[in-house]
C-alpha cells in the first residue's frame, strides 16, 4: 500500500476501533442495568409493585435508542424504532369526570396512568428490547474476534443482530399505519360530519323555509283566486320570484357540495373556471394525463378556491398562478400570490381546514408566506390518479383466442404419450411401440426425440399461460352506467 | 314559423317547453333527450333555433354544451340557445369564441317569465346574442378593477350589463326607462371609453363587447 492511501486506511480503522471500544464500554453501563432490571421485573409482576415497570421500560428503551442511532450512524443498517404510538391524552367526559375502564376519576392522572401501562405492557417492542439487553453481556463477547480482527465487519454483524431485535417488524410497521389511517379517518369523519351539519344548515334555513314561504302563498292565491283576481296575480307574481330566489340559494349550496363544473369537466377546466370568476389574474396551467380520483379532485378543486380567496381577501393579491402536474400518480397543486404574504395556519385562515382536507387523502401542504409577500402554497397528494388496472389494458384479440385453445388442446400430446409415456417404456424396456413416434426411430435418435417432445409440450403449455397473461381476461368488461338519483341540469 | 328542436332530459320541462313554444307560434321539430340524438337532429334537421340543456345522458356531464359546439363547427352560426341550472363564464367564453353570433346562454329560471324567455329565443333566432345576466354580473365583477371599466358611470354600466345581456338600444331604453336617444347617446360613450370602435349592427355590437370583456 502507498504512502497517500495508507493514511486514510489507517484512519478508518482507528474509527473502527474506536466504535467498538464505545460498545463495548457501553457494557460497563449495561451490566449493571441488567443486574437492576431483573429483580425489577420480578417485583413488578410477582409481587405486585406495578409501578416499577414503566421506569424500567424507560430505561431499557433508553439503552436499545442508543443502540439504534449508533448503528445507523456507523453502518448502513437502518434500525426504524418499532414502538406503537402513545396513548393519547384522556378526554373528560360532559362531567368533567375521567372514565378508565368502569371506574370513574376526578383527575386524569390514574386513567392515564392506565393507558400508558397498558401501551408499554402490550407492545411487542418491550419484550424484543429486554431479550436485547439480556443477551448483551453474551452476544458482545462472542463478536469479540470479529470486532479485533475486522472491526468493519464485526459492527455490521453486531448491526444486523441489533436490527433483528430492535428493528421495526412488519406487524409494528403494520399497527404504525393502523394508529396513523385511524386519526385520518378520525379527521376526515370529523369534517365530513361538520359539512352535512353546515349543508343541512342552509337548506334548512335557506331553500326549505323559502319553499314554505311559497306554499303559504299559493295557499293565499288559491283563496283569493275568484274574489279578487288582480290581489291573487300578484301573489302568484310574488311566489315566481321566490321560487327563482330559492333555486339561487339551492345553487349556491349546490356549489359548495360539488360545483357543478368539476362534475362536468374535472379539476382542469374547474380551476380555469375559479380562474376566469376571480377578480385578480389568475393563470393556470394544468398537465395531468386523465381525470383524478373523485374524492381527490374535489379536496384539490376546494384547496385552490380557499388559497385563492384567502390571496383576494386577506394578502390583497393581484395576480396568482396556480400550477397542477403530477409526477408518477402524485399530484402536485402550486399557488402562488403576489400578495403582502405573511399567511400563518395558526392564525385560523382556512389554511388549517385545508390541511384537514387533504390529511385525509395523506396529502400535506408546505407553505411558504415571508411578510410582503408573495406566498407560495404547495400541495402534495399522493396516488391521487386512479389506476390503470383492468379497465385500461387491452383485451384478448380473437385470433390469439383461438391459437390459446388450439394450445391447450394439442399441448398434451408431446407432453405425455409422446414424450413422458414414451421415455417410461423405454426405460422399463417395454417393446410395445404403438404410436409413440420417437420408439418407431433409430436407436441413436429416440432419446433426443423423447426430449424434444417433452421440450415442445412444455413451451406449448408455457405460451397458452403466457399469452393471456399479457392482456386484460375479463374481455371489455362494460363500464357500469353512471348512476345518478341527484340531477342538476 | 320557426322550427325548433328541443334537447331536455327531464320530461316535464321538456313537455313544458314544447307546449310553450307551440303556444307562441314555433313549430317543435324534435324533442330529444341525449347527448347523440341532440347532434344528429342538428346536423340533420338544421333548425332555425334549438334549445339545449347542458347536462344530458348518457354522461350527464356536459354532453349538450359539447354537441351545441361541434355542430356550430360543422355549422357556423346555428342559433342555439343553451340552458343551465348554473352559469360559468368558462362555458360562456367557448360558446361565444367563434364569434358568429346565433348563441344564448340562460339559467333554467329565465323560463319562469314566458314573454321575455320566447323573446330571447327570437333573438337567437334572428342571430343576436344572448347571455345571462348572470354570466354579465360575474364578467364585471371579475373585470371591476380594470382601468376602463372603473372609468364608466354607474348609468353606463346599466346600459353595459344590458347591452351584454344581448339587448338592443329598443330594448335597453325599456328596461331602464329611457329614451332612446339617451342610450345610443351612452353606447357612444361606453364605445369611446373602452377604445371600440362604434357599430350600428345590434348583434355586432354585443359580440364586440362581450370579446373586450372576455379578453381580460
Redesign the interface.
Known sequence: MTGPRALPQTEYMLRRFGQVAALLALLVVEVPAIIVAVPMMFLSFAMGLVFLFPPLVRLIRRFAELNRRWMRAWTDVPIEAPYLPAPPPPVPQPDGMYRSDRTLYRTPRVPAWNDRWKWLLTDPATWRDGLWLLLEPVVKPLLMPAFILAPGLGLRAYAIWSNWLLGATAASRLAGQVSHLRRTRNLAADSQAAEMRRIERDLHDGAQARLVAIGMTLGAVEALVDDDPAAAKALLVKARESSSETLTELRRVIRGIHPPVLAERGLADAVRALAIDSAMQVSVTVDLPRRLEAPVEAAAYFAVSELLSNAARHGDARTATVDISTSGADLRVTVTDDGMGGADPAKGSGLSGIERRLAAFDGVLALNSPPGGPTTVTMDLPRALPERTSKSGPSLPRWKLFAVIALWATAWCPTFPQGIVAGLLKISGDEEKSWFLALHLPEFLQWPTILFMIGLGGFMHFMAIRIPATYNVGCGTPQPAPVRPWRFG | MSRVLIA???YLLRDGLVHLLQARGFTVVAAVESGPELLKGLLELRPDVSIV???LP?????EGLQAALAAREQVPGLPILV????V???YA?ELLADGSGAIGYL???RV??ATQFIDAVRRVAEGGTVMDPEVIA?LL??N??NEPLAALTPREREVLEAMAEGRSNAGISQRLYLSESAVAKHTASIFAKLGLAPSDDDNRRVLAVLTYLNSR
Not at chain 2, 348518457?58 to 356536459?62: K, S
Not at chain 2, 340552458?83 to 348554473?86: A, I, K, T, V
Open positions: 331536455e332530459d327531464l340543456d347542458v347536462r348518457p354522461t350527464f356531464t356536459d340552458l343551465s341550472q348554473h360559468e363564464q368558462l367564453r339559467l333554467k329560471d319562469f317569465n360575474k365583477a371579475s371591476a378593477r
